[in-house]
């Protein structure tokens, strides 16, 4: 460790020295060839001193840029000489001195503040993920369990008892068995798409698309898993252009419309609304239900919603919500929920191509 600082201490001098040669360079040239002027010496030399800071990490090669600087300013470009016996000499040196000292400290600790900054920001991050990554554990580890048991319980019945089954009892089981496994393949490619997502060096596949077509894609997808759905599509009239990654929007409006058709017990038809607003696009899908858990809300969206007897969310939803707000936030949009007198809304936003920074 003391190794590395030293190594590191021995490369900021070295860019010090680097960068304080050129700046007198420079100054010589600025002096010769433009003006002669020993107040724009000065000034250079503060533009050396900061961008010295800039690229060092020790508040001591800040400091030593300073006194080099001006010891080099007054030697090279004010009298050739360092001569105490000059009027007004001293009180000059002595404040061109105070001023590039404060300077260079004042970049030098801006810079180490911006590092401090900068880890403390890195640390959240990772710790922000570190808790997602437990809550999806935990989350696929409890609903996991339920479709397998399933799973396992159907084709141990089959196996065991096939020839005391009525060829309807059989159906039915294969037909639970069936569902099962989809919700598993389901529950999968979000998992596989939450991966996509938190990689460190992943990047969206970002391209302008047409909005309605992506819905109607979503809507295409979702009906082939639900022949029987009803869904009510409300897109604006005028064709809207929006950036994002066609995929990753079509699972979000997947899980969203799946859940809302699934678990909130309503008769009627889901309603999936897009609204065109001036920054941005606005979806939602609104059902007819009993609605989400008030208690529980501001949880709905990290995987540690659990599920009650009257709630939309659902076995394994945790982690399709999850997935949502993960792919909504990488989009830098916005994603909620709330409930409405006739049962629970999402709804999510997407920003207009050159809005997000």
């Known amino acids: 460790m003391k190794k590395e600082n030293l190594k590191r201490l021995l490369h900021d001098f070295n860019v010090t020295i680097g960068l304080l040669a050129l700046t007198t360079g420079l100054t010589f040239i600025l002096l010769l060839h433009v003006s002669n002027n020993p107040a724009n010496a000065a000034l250079f030399y ?60 004042a970049a030098s600790h801006i810079k180490q503040q911006a590092l401090v900054l900068s880890a403390r920001e890195k640390q959240l991050m990772e710790a922000e993920k570190e808790k997602l990554r437990a809550n999806l554990l935990r989350t696929v580890s409890h609903d996991l369990r339920t479709p397998l048991t399933g799973i396992l319980g159907a084709s141990a019945s089959l196996e065991e008892n096939w020839e005391n089954y009525k060829k309807d009892e059989c159906l039915e089981l294969v037909h639970n068995i069936h569902d099962d496994a989809d919700w598993l393949l389901n529950m999968v490619e979000n998992l596989l798409s939450v991966t996509q997502i938190q990689t460190k060096n992943s990047k969206l596949n970002m391209s302008p698309e047409i909005l309605d077509e992506v819905v109607a894609e979503a809507v295409t997808r979702l009906k082939k898993r639900m022949p029987d759905v009803k869904i009510d599509v409300e897109v604006p009239m005028e064709i809207l252009m929006i950036p994002m990654d066609a995929m990753l929007i079509e699972q979000v409006l997947i899980n969203l419309m799946e859940n809302a058709l699934t678990h909130s017990h309503g008769s009627r038809p889901i309603r999936l609304v897009a609204e065109n607003q001036p920054d941005h ?26 599920e009650t007897a009257h709630s939309d969310v659902h076995k394994g939803m945790g ?36 809005t997000h920074e």
């Open 46 to 105: 503060i533009i050396g001193i900061i961008t010295i800071a800039n690229c060092t990490n020790s508040y001591l090669t800040g400091i030593f840029a300073s006194l080099c600087g001006i010891i080099a300013l007054y030697y090279f470009f004010a009298y050739f000489s360092i001569n105490y016996s000059m009027q007004n000499y001293p009180t000059t040196f002595l404040c061109m001195m105070v001023l590039f000292v404060i300077a260079g400290y």
């Open 281 to 306: 696009i606005q979806i939602r899908v609104i059902d007819y239900g009993v609605g989400l858990n008030e208690d529980q809300l501001e949880h709905i969206f990290d995987g540690t919603y659990s």
């Open 319 to 354: 982690i399709g919500l999850s997935l949502c707000h993960s792919i909504i936030t990488a989009h830098h949009g916005t994603i909620s929920a709330r409930n409405h007198e006739e049962g629970a809304e999402f709804l999510f936003t997407l920003p207009k191509e050159g």
